[in-house]
């Protein structure tokens, strides 16, 4: 069988799996959900060895830094992936929601119901964790997943994925509602992207040079998570305090991840003060600082940046500083620079808060936390699929309702059009 | 100036404008709603004859009844549409709704804030009042517009544009929040999907054509509003009065719109007794009856049907009909040939009703009542850019919610990631 006619014959299987997914009971999705976590507990230790394998061909392939950490799965992150499919399953049953219920001037009543997409095709890379979150999710929201892992990953995957199949037969529920694409064709992905007739939507997760690829050659909608150039900023009006911890968190937490802050914007007012001590603690922990020209003139040891430079996502221990006038010029820069990813503002001044949360058009925009805050369980979704940055339908982290949509529902009682 | 260019720069004027109208206070907004409505009543007999200049041409030309009778304008059609542009005035402003903001354990409060998507791309036909509800919601949900009309309804589309511009102007606004395209080239169209750097979401309306047409072209979002073959089903347990009300309306009432029916399903046990008396009513207004095998034993002067009859929008004096086994018979067939538009089912049986409410995959799914009623303004949106058959972002009557987004926001108190 050629690679087309594989994928046709994963997508036809995922499509007959929507339609009974997409009715299935709470309480049998729901045991799929525990079933799987219990038995990923259960082979807790074939999956690390499974990822040890994985880990050390990436590190004789000499992959980079930021993703052999996505890739390194413990014994504590199989818990975190069991514990994330308990909270999922915790997690109301979106399906079938009926909200605003109004009657109408005609005598009908109009509402929405909450529906499942249908079928969900989801292309990442080295993280494992992805095949236990991304499955979770489209049971729960009722939806059948097409799971395209990164090669790097592919012995842990298919552990994982095992688990996945045998909590689906133990609901009662077809195996086939999670499928994990098992060739490493790369050719797997064309066709993923261009079956409409079998994939309602493709969640891409990966690098830039993916999800570009995937958005131009993709024949469904697909939503995008490109990458993740995160602004902290500094106001006049800053907690000195707060402005401190926030920084060290958004940018030393994890350097790898999206929602690490990239660039510091510092109103100048509080440059000279403030700058100078953020940066000896950036650069005690080996961050490097890329800075503008009034930077270089405050803090010792700063790189000049480059206009590269702010457009960049390091996922590594560099940071781009700029000082600015104030929050119009601070909102002006993020709006240009920016991945529309997640922002913050340190302030104690009520208006710049405000404006800020208004005028800064990306995806999370926060007021006194770190950036490291833009993540689904954080934001309390149980888990998540991925982190947008379009505007269309989903936008930041996407959980369940994100993999859903609503219809209209009318309630009549013989009543016709005037 | 060549047609790329001069899109492009149409593109760039309103980009710059989307910044101002996202930032325009609820009372500038409605205030240019308002400005417009007046200025519409105002100027209604010039648009009369802008609009019967443009009839009389359409005539001519040869084009078919269901183009006419979209075009023509009365001046109660001048009435509503300046009554639609008060609807809209009316509506809460979407902009800057907070919503969802709940403590999370960490200290955040996490909450959604609705924002505008941008700058919204208006492809449609020969609709006149569409450049006004167009107009309307894109500015009331804070996003720019650009129009590009059909050139039969040119004369009149351009006459409804200045009332437009002189709204926007009294209130304050650019101009540029709502452009209409000035050219019959159409290659425009081909630009204007095509600009993601100027366009953020293009609503095509028109024929199916066109919109297969522009969903394959396009590199941004399409809210895709394809054709309406509606489903009307008669339940065993049908009310015998209400099934023929709902069927008269539902396909009667007025032929060339997408929420007419085109389709009627039968339940077997109440086809002998139900169908003759629907069939009669629907051949005394001159519907011709397009039946399977049985509905031709059972209707006098039926035609067979076609494969082909049952996936057809007629738009014209044509209805097909099928007798099927019962509710789950009639699911299947909708949900095998239905365009996923509207679908209702006449019924006294709790079961029936909400197994079709629930297992019916259309934008709208109605429990007796006329499938007239998929519609905007009679579900309460105050007017509606498109009926999105697609399932992704906005589904079904799309109003200004369907052109906004959530972004998250976070209020810290200085919190970091443990």
Known sequence: MDIREYMAQVGAAARAASRLVARASTRAKNDALLAMARTLRERRDELLSANA????????????????????????????????????AALPDPVGEITDLKRRPSGIQVGRMRVPLGVVGIIYEARPNVTADAAALCLKSGNAAILRGGKEALRCNQAIAACVRAGLTAAGLPETAVQVVETADRAAVGHLVAMPEYVDVIVPRGGKGLIERISKEARVPVIKHLDG???????????????????????????????????????????????????????????????????????????????????????????????????????????????????????????????????????SVMVNASTRFADGFEYGLGAEIGISTDKFHARGPVGLEGLTSQKWIVLGNGEIRQ
């Open 229 to 363: 150039n995160c602004h902290v900023y500094i106001d006049t009006d800053a907690d000195e305090d707060m402005a401190l911890r926030i920084v060290d968190n958004a940018k030393t937490q994890r350097l790898g991840t999206c929602n690490t802050a990239e660039s510091l914007l510092v109103a100048r007012s509080v440059s000279t003060t403030l700058l100078p001590e953020i940066a000896a603690m950036l650069q005690a922990k080996g961050v490097e600082i890329r800075g503008c020209a009034e930077t270089m003139t405050i803090v010792p040891n700063a790189k000049p940046a480059t206009e590269a430079d702010y457009y960049a996502e390091y996922l590594a221990a560099v940071i781009s500083v700029k000082v600015v006038d104030g929050v119009d010029a601070a909102i002006a820069h993020i709006n240009k620079y920016s991945s529309q990813h997640t922002e913050a503002i340190v302030t104690e001044n009520y208006t710049a808060a405000l404006r800020f949360l208004r005028e800064v058009d990306s995806s």
């Open 53 to 88: 394998a994985d880990v050390a061909e990436a590190r004789a392939a000499g992959l980079d830094a930021a993703m052999i950490d996505r890739l390194q799965l413990s014994a504590k992150g199989v818990e975190s992936m069991a514990l994330g499919l308990e909270q999922v």
